[in-house]
Each structure stands twice: as C-alpha cells, then as structure tokens.
C-alpha cells in the first residue's frame, strides 16, 4: 500500500494543484493501494466517474462512485496553513516556502497521519509530485521512503513518454548528478557494458528519428526556451534565475536578432520583441534545429537539446544540469556517452512505469543503476516494436 500526498493548500487560481492526478493514479494502483492525503477541497471537487481516459499518455478507466468509496482519504484541515497564510505576501510566496523549507504545522500533522496509518496498515512508500521537506521529515520519522514522480521531458506527441522517478527530490534536489558518477562506476565494474549510441537513442525515444536536426548552418546562434512564472522550477529550483535575466544571459555578446525565444506553451507572460526574435516555431524539435545553441533555467527543453546533439546551457538546479555545456566539455567522448546513457534510459523511466505498482515495489528494492537501465531499455525496445506492427 502507497500513501499519496496530494500538496494541500496550495492554488494558483486553478483549484488544487494535483487534483488531475487522483483518478489515474487510484485507477492504476488499485483503489485499496493507495491512501490519499491532501486538504478537503480536493475531495469536494467533482471526478468524472467509470469513464475510459488516455492522460499523460496513458490510458485507465476512472472509477465508479462506488470504488471511490473503497479509496481511503484523510484530509489536512487548510487551518494547519493559517501561519503561512499569515506570513506570506502571496500564494507564490507560501509555495515557494513549502517546497524549500520546513513548515512545522505541516509536518507535525504529517506526523500524526502517518503514526495513525503505520498503525493500522504498512504503507510502503509515500508518493508525491514535488520536494515538500516537511513531508521528507514526517516520513523519515516513521521510516517511510518518499517517491518523487514527475512528468519527463520526453512526451507524446514526439516522443516514447518519460517519467521521473526519484527517491532524493524531482525538478530540484535530484539523484541525477551522484547517480550518474555511480552508475559510471557500476559499468567500469561490469566490464563488458557497451552503451548505445546517440542515433540509437533517438530511435528508441523518437516518434520520428528522421526530424533530428540536420548539419545545416542554424539560422540563429542562440535560442532561450523560458519556464512557466508560477512553476516550482522558477519558484524554487531556478537559482535566483528569472525568465527576463535569463533572456540577458544568453544574449551577452550577440545582437537582439540572433537571439530566438521560445515562450513555454502554458507561459503567461510575453517578452517584448526587442529583446529577440519571437520563436513561432510548431514544437520544441523545430525550435532547437534553429539554433546553434540552447539556453535554458531548468526546461525540459535541455533534455531535447541533449538528445538532439545541441549544446545547451542550464543555469538553474536540473537533473539535467550535470550535462550543461561547461561540464559536458570536460568529459572524455566515452564519458559523455556513458552519461546520456544513464539520464535517458537509466534516470528517466518509461510512462508505463507510473502507478505500476510492480515497478515501484522492485524500485523500493534497490536495484543496480545497470538492472534499472535494462529494464528501461526493454520497455523502450518493445513499445517501438510494438509502434512499428501497429503503423
């Protein structure tokens, strides 16, 4: 049994956060696997009840009314927030506040959720969508490892979707750059470990291989993808780094017109066109051929970028960021390639791992970096098999 915790109090004018992930994620576990933690105001929010969906890329049947009466629920009364409330000039501010530091109401009332829980059940594993230490402190206290999930950088339409799995912290706060030393390390170990190469790669992540940008002379010598403003990548992760400085760093020592700057899709600022050229662009693939280089805080972007064979430039905190250009240039070409291999195929998991609940009981496990990159590897090998019978 996993406990689900559904970050409370929180609303950036959309309602709860995380409330679209309660009907695939108690689908896809199990209504008596999962117990759900998070204030009143998700369960007071209507779900579309027995009803077959495809989200992130994954398809389940949202439960009848009846099954979700068999979901265990508790809720954190929004009374534990009024300090914060009290204490933070906005809704942005108080979340930049959970996602970084120790809330104690928080986490004394975690506490003695977790206490009632252990005593009744064995809970496994708590899960979440984003770092909350004062979750990571209540769950230690009763010996409860945290799973941090995320959607990954790669996702449909383009690619094989991706997720984050990560037991330290997801956007920020990541396993990424320790594992990967490690995983270089279980390979000079294993002796006759053989990486594949980048255009392998490509394959087995692309749609479509083929749109890999080609050896023609980019049209602009750099391009910025920019973040959401109220995203905790921003908020939390971004090293100080705003969309505005961002846009300044990459435009030192070029003109405004070799500059082209994407606006992330769910973005709710434009940037004046002085400060570069506006990317109209149809995807991100497209935007990254354009450019000779890319610079980002922490998007997803990089993660293309890479794959891509572009340089690219991260200046906030990523899992990504162990591969930005300053760092990539002092690795050998087999180091380089050892270290793509772990952050697409070992550090991202395929999306058919979410909620399963057999791969994340086998992750509480512990395995090797290298077992958890074969197992990876056989899912992205069998659903491009499984796309070229079904094309």
């Not at 009332?109 to 594993?125: D, H, N, T």
Request: aromatic share 10%; glycine share 6%; hydrophobic share 40%.
């Amino acid at each position: 049994m996993f406990i689900s915790f559904l970050l409370p109090y929180i609303d950036r004018g959309q309602g709860p956060i995380f409330h679209c992930f309660i009907a695939p994620q108690v689908a896809r576990l199990g209504f008596e696997e999962v117990i759900l933690i998070a204030d009143e105001r998700y369960f007071a929010s209507p779900l579309e009840w027995g009803q077959e969906q495809t989200r992130f890329g994954i398809g389940y049947k949202t439960p009848v009314e009846s099954e979700w009466g068999r979901v265990q629920r508790i809720e954190i009364p929004l009374e534990v927030f009024a300090e914060l409330d009290a204490g933070t000039s906005s809704c942005l501010e108080a979340f930049r506040v959970l996602l970084t530091t120790d809330y104690p109401p928080l986490r004394k009332a975690l506490e003695r959720i977790f206490e009632q829980i252990c005593r009744e059940f064995q809970p496994e594993g708590v899960l979440t969508w984003c770092n909350v230490p004062s979750l990571e402190m209540a769950a230690a206290a009763h010996g409860l490892p945290v799973i941090h999930n995320e959607l990954g950088p790669f996702r449909n339409p383009n690619y094989q979707g991706t997720i984050y799995f990560d037991f330290k912290g997801v956007n920020g706060n990541t396993s990424a750059a320790g594992d990967m030393i490690s995983f270089r390390e279980e390979i000079r170990r294993h002796g006759n470990f053989v990486p594949l190469g980048l255009e392998e790669i490509r394959y087995l992540l692309m749609k479509d291989p083929s749109r890999a940008p080609q050896p023609n002379p980019p049209r602009y010598r750099r391009g910025v993808a920019l973040q959401v403003e109220d995203d905790s990548n921003l908020l939390a992760f971004g090293r100080g780094m705003t969309n505005f400085e961002l846009i300044f760093v990459a435009r030192k020592g070029v003109r405004p017109e070799e500059i082209l700057i994407r606006r992330h899709p769910l973005g709710h600022l434009d940037y004046g066109s002085k400060l570069g050229i506006h990317d109209k662009s149809a995807d991100s693939i497209e935007f990254i051929s354009l450019c000779a280089q890319i610079y980002c805080t922490n998007s997803s972007v990089a993660f293309e970028a890479l794959l891509l064979e572009k340089p690219v430039r991260i200046l906030g905190d990523s899992p990504a960021a162990c591969m930005s250009q300053e760092r990539v240039s002092q690795l050998t070409a087999e180091e380089h390639l050892l270290c793509l291999n772990y952050l697409f195929l070992c550090y991202l998991a395929p999306d058919a791992c979410l909620w399963d609940c057999d791969y994340y009981r086998w992750r509480l496990r512990r395995p090797s970096l290298i077992e958890i990159y074969d197992r990876h590897l056989a899912v992205y090998r069998r659903q491009k098999a499984d796309a070229g019978v079904s094309s």
